[in-house]
């Protein structure tokens, strides 16, 4: 009965996060969402998400650091929305790494321009998949036989967000080498 149960569990789960993820790329689209641009502070936003997502990786036992460097890094965003790329990319790095990896967060300003960059070890991509990735419900392992489980929203949403808050979204991934 308990494995039942959790499995009823994990199923509403997805399905919710399936629903919200529909929900908000939804009203991204619509121009719904309200993104309130203005200064945030992406070194405290990191460290939420990390302290939220921490458990995770350490039960996967992987070195999950997170970098701000001693300059403030502040962007012009939405913090709420500075959230939703957070928790996509770094809960993607996570789940798409290997035990005994590294999952890295950095902040920094480069040339008037506050940058995150999520870096893992993890199993990375074939570089000709990363357009469609960005497609709603696309991932990189599919099917029935896929290997990693996810509703293929994440990315999607966070390309959407990043864009409707004046941001870039850029990738380099090499199949076996990280992302």
Do not use: C, H
């Not at 789960?13 to 641009?37: F, H, I, P, Y």
């Not at 997502?53 to 300059?71: C, H, M, T």
């Amino acid at each position: 009965l308990q494995e039942f149960a959790s499995l009823i569990e994990k199923s509403g789960e997805r399905l919710m996060d399936t629903l919200t993820g529909v929900l908000n790329l939804s009203k991204l689209e619509a121009g719904e969402m309200d993104l309130s641009v203005g200064p945030v502070d992406l070194p405290a936003e990191a460290a939420q998400v990390a302290e939220e997502l921490r458990p995770q990786a350490e039960e996967k036992g992987l070195d999950f650091q997170v970098e701000s460097g001693d300059a403030p890094a502040r962007a012009w965003a939405d913090a709420g929305g500075v959230q939703i790329v957070l928790r996509n990319l770094v809960s993607n790095a996570i789940k798409y790494t290997e035990s005994g990896g590294e999952v890295q967060v950095r902040i920094y300003q480069e040339e008037g321009e506050a940058v995150l960059e999520v870096d893992d070890s993890g199993i990375g991509m074939d570089p000709g998949r990363l357009e469609t990735l960005f497609e709603p419900f696309r991932q990189a392992s599919e099917g029935v036989s896929r290997a990693y489980e996810g509703t293929g929203l994440g990315l999607a949403l966070t390309r959407k967000t990043t864009r409707q808050m004046g941001g870039r979204l850029e990738v380099e991934t090499e199949k076996g080498e990280g992302t």
